[in-house]
T-cell receptor, first 113, second 109 residues
């Protein structure tokens, strides 16, 4: 079984809809991250959480919100989706001891029409 | 501000050696990581340099020079399966990673 899972894997939604992307991990890591990847660009950090009670904005948090429901679960929401948010979204985890070594989920391909 | 620069594309032949460079400019620098991403796949961790010098892991090596704000990933005995994108990422003292835009490596027979 995969250590980091993401649901859904693919999603097409319409402008203005609210959508939630979910991430679960079985690695026992405290830290979880949400990234966005666009063609030709690297991974950009949306939000990150170092433990259940700790949520922080990343580089591009506008238009997104997150919820850390448990140590193993970290959800990303798009409050009102816009076409500009069409991208590949990755969840990742790391330990506090080795934050530079992140483990990524398989990604969610989101299309906003 | 902060920035990372790496070449957008590199091409090499099977069996050869290729070096992917990364220069960075950031505050609170802690170390440099490298990730591999195959087309359609998730990034996977390759290596980390927290100190100056060379780290070797099998066919892959990574180097860091803090004084030059520079690092590289060296891939030896290239195989077709090494065709992928490679990202350098700066690890900051905040615990976050800042990723470069990636280098697409094409290995030809």
């Amino acid at each position: 079984d995969a250590d980091v899972t993401q649901t859904p894997r693919n999603r097409i939604t319409k402008t203005g809809k609210r959508i939630m992307l979910e991430c679960s991990q079985t690695k026992g890591h405290d830290r979880m991250y949400w990234y966005r990847q666009d063609p030709g660009l690297g991974l950009r950090l949306i939000y990150y959480s170092f433990d259940v009670k700790d949520i922080n904005k990343g580089e591009i948090s506008d238009g997104y919100s997150v919820s850390r429901q448990a140590q193993a679960k970290f959800s990303l929401s798009l409050e009102s989706a816009i076409p500009n948010q069409t991208a590949l979204y990755f969840c990742a985890t790391s330990s506090g001891q080795n934050p530079y070594e992140q483990y990524f989920g398989p990604g969610t391909r989101l299309t906003v029409t | 501000g902060q920035s990372l620069e790496q070449p957008s594309e590199v091409t090499a032949v099977e069996g050869a050696i290729v070096q992917i460079n990364c220069t960075y400019q950031t505050s609170g620098f802690y170390g440099l990581s490298w990730y591999q991403q195959h087309d359609g796949g998730a990034p996977t961790f390759l290596s980390y340099n927290g100190l100056d010098g060379l780290e070797e892991t099998g066919r892959f090596s990574s180097f860091l020079s803090r004084s030059d704000s520079y690092g590289y990933l060296l891939l030896q005995e290239l195989q077709m399966k090494d065709s992928a994108s490679y990202f350098c990422a700066v690890s900051r003292n905040t615990g976050k990673l800042i990723f470069g835009q990636g280098t697409t490596l094409q290995v030809k027979p």
